[in-house]
Each structure stands twice: as structure tokens, then as C-alpha cells.
């Protein structure tokens, strides 16, 4: 078990707290059982085509906050997902029926000389236009490469702006370059928020803490059942409902890779039990996630009828759409958990899952409870994945262990990987939102698209019939794992 400690004002890198690694080529049980063994070591890649900065991360989670400015403290170029999140939150707020707002977000522009002279003025100037403009309840700082080598003591500007402004202004240290591993930027954001929004309990509530994205409202109806709420963060809650959600009666993942440094957090701190069962993907991994939060909830009985219920309504369906899967191929590519989940789900459609590139693996999570291990779920429950590879978006090994896998179907979690499935002819399909797959329910929900998905290949394969492909035949008939030990070049057709 990880321990959270707030008073500490960075928080400790994943490959630190939890192990986690970002190559590996084998098979889902070897890294299972090397998981468990702790034995897991990560592959050297010796190229790498594309790395994300964990600073994007935090961002993502804390840039959607309803009432607050985030100011990156960096040069205006790390300040290129302003603009993604900016159109996710409008368009977002649309779908919630909220009134129309902008993200308030802001750099501080550091520019060479401040790397020499020292940008911390700057950064006090930004704070207090900041809370001019928009008049925000919390101001966020985000740090970057830049700050974070010319060693600005950020710290005290913003202890001294908190004091000044009374609100709180709070640092969000998440340098790209101290940690390998993205996600890291998740546990930056909740570090934040659990350092200096979130406030000791008061009472208990009967809401259970939802730490999603963005996702649809889906756990509303079942939450309602057990007499609870859901309360969804951190994307498009207020501060108010950050500061109080310490008084949870509990917190649930719909991904641990996202939010294992909040529950554990939470749990730690404020004593809010964790469900810590797989996510609630697949009939078999629905029915063991409600369990579990009947347990938690004592409410058992309550857990039984929907599990009786969600099988009489859904399964029938499911079962039909099955026999149409039966034998057919799928290859997945995802985050952690979330790709885990998508095995676990697929599996239980009927696909042979031939291989997935997930995007990192963390061998623990920082609860320490391998309850939660959701890959370890999904190969004792349906066996084996023969080609497991942790890679993190390269897209050359993607493309040679597709090529290699032959699949008939690609589960694809993020939009720059699909278009390897069409420029190589093979139905692909990309859910931007996870809580479309949650419960009974989302299992039909995704059947139904797999299936309208595998009608669309002969577009696919004439769509691949006209496509470039980057890669030099030389790099096509390499291991897919090449640069994990060692290779040289990258194998495209500019820097073979
Ligand atoms: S923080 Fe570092 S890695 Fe991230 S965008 Fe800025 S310069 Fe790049």
C-alpha cells in the first residue's frame, strides 16, 4: 500500500510508488504473475516515436473544475491542450444541460530570459489577473520543464496569493520530465485537490464519489437504488463539492489506472471505504463489482436484485448478439485498466482476444488490494492474452504486432490509434465514453456497436486499399518489440 502523505507538496512518481513500467512483451500471465511476484522490471526502449507529458494529465483533471483558473507556469507551448479541453468542456456542458462557459485557463508565457532571470513575478502577475477576470473559487498552478529546471519556488507565491486573495491557490507540481509514466499527471491533479481543497469530514453523506473523465451519468440509477448519490469528479464538480467529498459514504473507479492516488487518498485520510473490486465491465465483472458495493454499502440484498434484474433484462439480448462474435478475432488497445476491462468484456462476447498494447501497466495500485488487479481477473476468469505488450502509444510497435495478429477486430480507447485499423483494413472501434460500457447494460451497449462496427468491412478494406503506410519494409519484418531490447533507427521512411 502506497502512503499518501498531503504535507509533502509533489507527489511521488508511479514507477516510485507503484513500480510501473511502460514496455514489456510477453503474455498476460507472465505479467500477472510477475506483478504479483514483484519481479516486474521494464524493457529499455531505445527509440521512442511519441511520449506524453504527464503535465496534459493533471490538466485534464483539473481544467474542468466548474469554478476554478488554472494557470500553467511555462512557456506558451506546453500550453497546447488548452484548446483540446477547452472544446471538451464546452461541448461537454452542452450534453449536461449547463450554461455555456469558457475554460479559464492561462500561462505565464516563460521565455528564455526568465529561465535566466527567474519568472516568479510573473507568475504572481498571472495569479492576480487571474482572479481579476474570472474570479475564480481556486486557482491552480500547473508547472512544467521549464520551471521546474530554473528551480522556481513556486511555493511561496502561492502560499503568500492564497493569503492575499482568500482563496486557495494551489500548486500542481507535474514537470513533464519527472515521470516516464503519464498517469503520473492523474496523481499530481488529486494530489492537489486532497492537499488543498478537500477538508476533514464534518458528517457522512449519502454520496458515493464517482472519479471519472467526463463519462455519462450512468451510475445515478443504480446508486438510487442502494438510497445514495452519485457524486461525479473531478471534471464538472464545484470546489464546494470537492471540499466535502471526504464525508462519502464511498469512492468508485471506473478505471483504477485513472484514480487509484484519490481512492487510496480518500481512504487513507478520511477513512472513505474504496470498492475495490474490477470495474463494473462485462455481465461476470458487473455482478462482482455490485456485490462489493452491497457489501460496502450493507445493503446485499439490494446488490442481488439488480444483479437478478440486469440478467433478466440484458443477457437474453447479449447471448443472441454473441453467437455472432463466436470465433472471431479482436486485438485491444487502451490505457491500463480500462484495456484490461475491455479483454475481460470482449471475452465474455464470445471474441478470441489475440493481443493488446496497453499503455502502461501498474503492477499495484495504491491501495495495495489485488482485488482490483483487473488483468489478473480477466486472464483467471478466460485464460491468456498470447500477445501482451505494454507500450505507450508507439504506434510502429502497434502497427507490427497488428500486422503480426491478424485480427478481425480492433478495440481502440484513444483517436490516434484507429486509423491503424483502417489504413490496414480492419474494422476498429473507439468509445470515448467509458461509462458507455458500465453494467448490464453497457455490455449490450457495446455488443450492439461491435456488431454494427464488423458490418463496415468492405468499406474498411477499400478504404486500406488506398492508404499509405509510413514504415519501411525493413521495419515491417521486425520483432514489434525491437526498440524494448535495444534496436537502432526508427524505421520510418525519413529516418530509417
Ligand atoms: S511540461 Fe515539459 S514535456 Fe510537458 S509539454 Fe511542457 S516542455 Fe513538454
Redesign the pocket.
Known amino acids: 500500500m502506497s502512503v499518501i502523505n498531503i504535507e509533502e507538496p509533489n507527489v511521488v512518481i508511479r514507477e516510485k510508488r507503484l513500480g510501473t513500467i511502460n514496455a514489456f512483451t510477453g503474455t498476460a500471465s507472465e505479467i500477472v504473475q510477475k506483478s504479483e511476484a514483484g519481479t516486474l522490471k521494464d524493457a529499455k526502449r531505445k527509440f521512442s516515436q511519441c511520449l506524453g507529458?504527464n503535465?496534459?494529465q493533471a490538466f485534464c483533471q483539473l481544467s474542468m473544475i466548474k469554478d476554478v483558473a488554472v494557470i500553467n507556469h511555462?512557456?506558451i507551448?506546453?500550453a497546447g491542450e488548452f484548446s483540446d479541453f477547452n472544446f471538451t468542456f464546452r461541448v461537454e456542458q452542452e450534453k449536461r444541460n449547463l450554461p455555456e462557459d469558457i475554460g479559464r485557463y492561462f500561462s505565464t508565457n516563460i521565455q528564455e530570459k526568465d529561465t535566466v532571470f527567474g519568472a516568479t513575478k510573473k507568475l504572481e502577475e498571472t495569479i492576480h489577473i487571474a482572479y481579476e477576470r474570472v474570479k475564480p473559487r481556486a486557482i491552480f498552478v500547473t508547472t512544467?520543464?521549464?520551471s521546474g529546471i530554473i528551480g522556481e519556488d513556486i511555493e511561496s507565491v502561492v502560499e503568500k496569493a492564497s493569503k492575499e486573495l482568500g482563496i486557495p491557490v494551489v500548486t500542481c507540481s507535474c514537470?513533464?520530465?519527472r515521470s516516464k509514466v503519464w498517469t503520473t499527471g492523474f496523481d499530481a491533479a488529486y494530489h492537489t485537490v486532497l492537499r488543498g481543497i478537500v477538508k476533514p469530514p464534518t458528517k457522512k453523506t449519502n454520496k458515493i464519489n464517482v472519479v471519472n473523465f467526463w463519462g455519462s451519468h450512468v451510475f445515478d440509477e443504480i446508486f438510487e437504488r442502494f438510497g445514495y448519490e452519485a457524486q461525479y469528479i473531478m471534471p464538472f464538480a464545484s470546489i464546494e463539492e470537492l471540499e466535502h467529498c471526504s464525508e462519502a459514504a464511498a469512492t468508485i473507479h471506473i478505471c483504477p489506472s485513472l484514480s487509484t492516488y484519490m481512492g487510496a487518498g480518500l481512504s487513507q485520510l478520511y477513512d472513505v471505504p474504496e470498492i475495490t473490486a474490477p470495474p463494473a465491465y462485462g455481465i461476470d465483472g458487473t455482478d462482482g463489482w455490485l456485490r462489493a458495493l452491497g457489501k460496502v454499502l450493507g445493503k446485499e440484498d439490494v446488490a442481488e436484485e439488480l444483479i437478478r434484474e440486469g440478467h433478466e433484462k440484458y443477457v437474453p439480448e447479449i447471448n443472441k448478439l454473441k453467437e455472432r462474435f463466436k470465433g472471431k478475432r479482436a486485438y485491444v488497445t487502451a490505457g491500463a485498466a480500462h484495456g484490461q476491462a475491455l479483454i475481460h468484456l470482449l471475452r465474455e462476447l464470445g471474441f478470441d482476444v489475440v493481443g493488446a498494447s496497453v499503455f502502461h501497466h501498474d503492477p499495484i495500485y495504491d491501495s495495495g488490494d489485488r482485488n482490483m488487479d483487473v488483468l489478473a481477473h480477466a486472464v483467471s476468469t478466460y485464460g491468456d492474452v498470447k500477445d501482451y505488450r505494454v507500450c505507450n502509444k508507439q504506434s510502429c510497435e502497434l502497427v507490427n504486432a497488428l500486422i503480426r495478429s491478424k485480427p478481425d477486430f480492433i478495440m481502440a480507447r484513444h483517436g490516434g490509434m484507429t486509423l491503424w485499423g483502417a489504413k490496414l483494413g480492419i474494422p476498429t472501434l473507439l468509445i470515448g465514453d467509458e461509462q458507455f460500457g458500465i453494467g448490464y447494460k453497457g455490455a449490450l451497449n457495446y455488443a450492439r456497436r461491435i456488431d454494427e462496427t464488423l458490418d463496415s468491412i468492405e468499406f474498411i478494406k477499400n478504404f486500406s486499399k488506398h492508404a499509405s503506410n509510413p514504415y519501411t519494409e525493413w521495419w515491417l519484418t521486425q520483432e514489434p518489440g525491437y526498440f524494448q531490447n535495444g534496436g537502432k533507427g526508427c524505421g520510418c521512411r525519413e529516418g530509417a
Open positions: 507529458c503535465a496534459q511555462a512557456p507551448g506546453c512544467s520543464c521549464a514537470e513533464g520530465f
